[in-house]
């Protein structure tokens, strides 16, 4: 008899903070609560999530990027099913998977360049295969990446993280890495002179602010890298599969990097999954003898689930043309929020492509709100977007982030297959926050002080 999990979720949803604070992070559980996030997700469809008293939630979060299809999408569902009904081999190990065969090809289509695929668990894994890949082919040992730019938390992709706050306290970090600002191709060419850089680690948009690149800057640094003999490295795993109304974010503006990292979206938010997508002569350097066969590699990498979900997901992209559909939809949200910019002087920018978006937020010139501003900032950095993500989620119900630490960008990242109705409701959500935020003294500006307040206490604590 099958444990009856459904009735076992049901049973104990309810202690889910109290068991996490006891058994796993405490911290996250402090955060929800102060925020008041704590309202206790009990299922998800699409692009919606549902809380224990049936309220209906728009998730422009997408679990972090991974719900690209939407949660629970019935064919990835269904294909994950007869996976498990088929008895299939799974994991043999002294044999090679069929399904990683297929979807390598497949994806390999879409990315014409590159004639291998590396299949990792995680995006973390996508970046840490990389710098194999680039040290074997290149013999060279350094690493060169952009501030603010975010490539995972184990060692080797941490050691690329142009953010402090990822490493304080966790050093020493991997040696021959180093930062330039992004977008600053004068920097770039003088860190890859030194002829000893294997790598330039770089995500075409930045997930961290949602920054874009200017129009020549990944073009010119193919070609710098090029130059002096460093591979580059698209870090797609944010931006990829479609994110950006592009398959791949490079294409844009029509770079074709060296290894292309993806993962994600590719697990049609079921089963973890990550790939290097390289061209020949690079993987060849690394698996380069019979004997290094299994050199780099990973237990549960290419296992069936996790590839039947990566085929299943680009079936559903292809059939919704969900490509086509997060141009679209970005293009209206986009164009949406440039015309709130102008109406709002606390709106400075909004930035992004296709369904990256992120709203950029800044000092208002009057002198009432300029005062609440610098009053806040003062109190605790890069506080105010919380201002904006609160109520749009308690009053509004909506989820999104901000867009990093101490951010003044919030960030949207909703599922690809959002409708002109979820857009209708975006547009009038923001619209109603950013306008309550217009006035001082208003409520929220009441919660910019309690949550400052909240967060020097814990400080302090
Ligand atoms: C651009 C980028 N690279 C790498 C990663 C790490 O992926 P994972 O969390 O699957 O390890 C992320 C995750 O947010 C990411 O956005």
Same mark, same amino acid.
């Given at each position: 008899?099958?444990?009856?999990?459904?009735?076992?979720?049901?049973?104990?949803?309810?202690?889910?903070?109290?068991?996490?604070?006891?058994?796993?992070?405490?911290?996250?559980?402090?955060?929800?609560?102060?925020?008041?996030?704590?309202?206790?997700?009990?299922?998800?469809?699409?692009?919606?999530?549902?809380?224990?008293?049936?309220?209906?939630?728009?998730?422009?979060?997408?679990?972090?990027?991974?719900?690209?299809?939407?949660?629970?999408?019935?064919?990835?569902?269904?294909?994950?099913?007869?996976?498990?009904?088929?008895?299939?081999?799974?994991?043999?190990?002294? =044999?090679?998977?069929? /399904?990683?065969?297929?979807?390598?090809?497949? /994806?390999?289509?879409?990315?014409?360049?590159?004639?291998?695929?590396?299949?990792?668990?995680?995006?973390?894994?996508?970046?840490?295969?990389?710098?194999?890949?680039?040290?074997?082919?290149?013999?060279?040992?350094?690493?060169?990446?952009?501030?603010?730019?975010?490539?995972?938390?184990?060692?080797?992709?941490?050691?690329?993280?142009?953010?402090?706050?990822?490493?304080?306290?966790?050093?020493?970090?991997?040696?021959?890495?180093?930062?330039?600002?992004?977008?600053?191709?004068?920097?770039?060419?003088?860190?890859?002179?030194?002829?000893?850089?294997?790598?330039?680690?770089?995500?075409?948009?930045?997930?961290?602010?949602?920054?874009?690149?200017?129009?020549?800057?990944?073009?010119?640094?193919?070609?710098?890298?090029?130059?002096?003999?460093?591979?580059?490295?698209?870090?797609?795993?944010?931006?990829?599969?479609?994110?950006?109304?592009?398959?791949?974010?490079?294409?844009?503006?029509?770079?074709?990097?060296?290894?292309?990292?993806?993962?994600?979206?590719?697990?049609?938010?079921?089963?973890?999954?990550?790939?290097?997508?390289?061209?020949?002569?690079?993987?060849?350097?690394?698996?380069?003898?019979?004997?290094?066969?299994?050199?780099?590699?990973?237990?549960?990498?290419?296992?069936?689930?996790?590839?039947?979900?990566?085929?299943?997901?680009? =079936?559903?992209?292809?059939?919704?043309?969900?490509?086509?559909?997060?141009?679209?939809?970005?293009?209206?949200?986009?164009?949406?929020?440039?015309?709130?910019?102008?109406?709002?002087?606390?709106?400075?920018?909004?930035?992004?492509?296709?369904?990256?978006?992120?709203?950029?937020?800044?000092?208002?010139?009057?002198?009432?709100?300029?005062?609440?501003? *610098?009053?806040?900032?003062?109190?605790?950095?890069?506080?105010?977007?919380?201002?904006?993500?609160?109520?749009?989620?308690?009053?509004?119900?909506?989820?999104?982030?901000?867009?990093?630490?101490?951010?003044?960008?919030?960030?949207?990242?909703?599922?690809?297959?959002?409708?002109?109705?979820?857009?209708?409701?975006?547009?009038?959500?923001?619209?109603?926050?950013?306008?309550?935020?217009?006035?001082?003294?208003?409520?929220?500006? *009441?919660?910019?002080?309690?949550?400052?307040?909240?967060?020097?206490?814990?400080?302090?604590?």
């Amino acid at each position: 008899m099958a444990l009856d999990i459904v009735s076992l979720f049901a049973e104990r949803e309810s202690e889910r903070y109290g068991l996490h604070a006891r058994h796993l992070n405490e911290q996250m559980v402090r955060v929800l609560k102060a925020i008041g996030y704590d309202v206790g997700f009990r299922s998800g469809r699409g692009q919606y999530l549902y809380d224990r008293d049936g309220v209906k939630y728009l998730d422009l979060l997408s679990g972090w990027g991974v719900f690209a299809i939407g949660r629970n999408h019935p064919a990835v569902r269904e294909v994950l099913k007869r996976v498990l009904d088929a008895d299939l081999p799974n994991l043999v190990q002294m =044999d090679v998977s069929a /399904l990683a065969g297929v979807l390598a090809e497949r /994806l390999l289509k879409r990315v014409p360049y590159c004639e291998k695929v590396f299949f990792a668990n995680s995006g973390t894994e996508a970046v840490e295969a990389a710098i194999k890949f680039a040290r074997a082919a290149t013999g060279r040992p350094g690493l060169v990446y952009c501030g603010h730019g975010f490539h995972g938390l184990s060692y080797g992709s941490v050691s690329l993280v142009g953010d402090d706050i990822f490493r304080q306290g966790l050093g020493p970090f991997l040696p021959d890495c180093s930062e330039v600002p992004f977008n600053d191709l004068a920097a770039l060419e003088r860190a890859l002179a030194s002829k000893k850089i294997a790598a330039f680690m770089v995500e075409p948009i930045q997930g961290k602010g949602v920054n874009l690149p200017a129009d020549d800057y990944l073009k010119e640094a193919l070609a710098l890298c090029r130059k002096h003999g460093t591979l580059m490295v698209a870090d797609e795993i944010q931006t990829g599969m479609g994110r950006t109304g592009r398959f791949l974010a490079v294409e844009h503006w029509g770079v074709e990097p060296d290894l292309v990292l993806i993962a994600k979206s590719l697990s049609g938010g079921h089963v973890p999954v990550g790939a290097v997508l390289a061209r020949k002569w690079i993987f060849d350097k690394l698996f380069n003898r019979m004997d290094r066969a299994v050199v780099h590699g990973s237990t549960f990498s290419k296992n069936d689930l996790a590839m039947a979900a990566g085929l299943a997901t680009l =079936d559903v992209m292809e059939s919704e043309r969900l490509i086509e559909n997060a141009a679209a939809k970005g293009a209206r949200l986009t164009a949406a929020f440039a015309d709130m910019a102008r109406r709002y002087e606390l709106v400075k920018d909004v930035h992004g492509k296709g369904l990256m978006i992120g709203l950029e937020f800044g000092v208002p010139r009057s002198l009432a709100l300029k005062a609440s501003w *610098s009053l806040l900032e003062s109190m605790n950095k890069g506080l105010f977007c919380q201002l904006i993500t609160i109520p749009l989620f308690k009053e509004h119900k909506i989820l999104c982030q901000v867009a990093g630490h101490a951010s003044l960008t919030v960030k949207l990242l909703p599922p690809l297959i959002i409708t002109d109705d979820d857009c209708d409701w975006i547009e009038r959500a923001f619209d109603a926050v950013i306008a309550d935020a217009h006035k001082v003294p208003g409520a929220v500006w *009441s919660l910019g002080k309690t949550l400052a307040e909240h967060a020097m206490k814990a400080r302090a604590s």
